[in-house]
Nanobody
Framework: QVQLVESGGGLVQPGGSLRLSCAAS????????MGWFRQAPGKEREFVGV????????YYADSVKGRFTISRDNAKNTVDLQMISLKLEDTANYFC????????????????WGQGTQVTVSS
């Protein structure tokens, strides 16, 4: 069992930056690939990026590539999402999630989810 808690959301102006963090419980965090997803009102949850448990390799959605960076600290059981050059369309509730797979962008393949943290990009 893995429990995930996101933090760091808030209101930011377009072009600004924000860093989200996800804290995980349990001793097996290092064996889980960690993904970030987001969901805007009225839209489906979508893949943002993922960091593999095996070698720390990262993959990103095209919409955030070059602006978002995922990192993890297995000693602290945390995974972060650094966001820069934020756009209005980045406004959403952001979730971290855990999977045993090497990597996947599919919502249905993640076993554990946090409750989400709201990011609002607005001038």
């Amino acid at each position: 069992q893995v429990q995930l808690v996101e933090s760091g959301g808030g209101l930011v102006q377009p072009g600004g930056s924000l860093r989200l963090s996800c804290a995980a419980s349990g001793r097996t965090f290092s064996t889980y690939t960690m993904g970030w997803f987001r969901q805007a009102p009225g839209k489906e949850r979508e893949f943002v990026g993922v960091i593999s448990y095996s070698d720390g390799r990262t993959y990103y959605a095209d919409s955030v590539k070059g602006r978002f960076t995922i990192s993890r600290d297995n000693a602290k059981n945390t995974v972060d999402l650094q966001m820069i050059s934020l756009k209005l369309e980045d406004t959403a509730n952001y979730f971290c999630a855990a999977t045993r797979l090497l990597w996947t962008p599919l919502v249905r393949e993640y076993e554990y989810w946090g409750q989400g943290t709201q990011v609002t990009v607005s001038s």
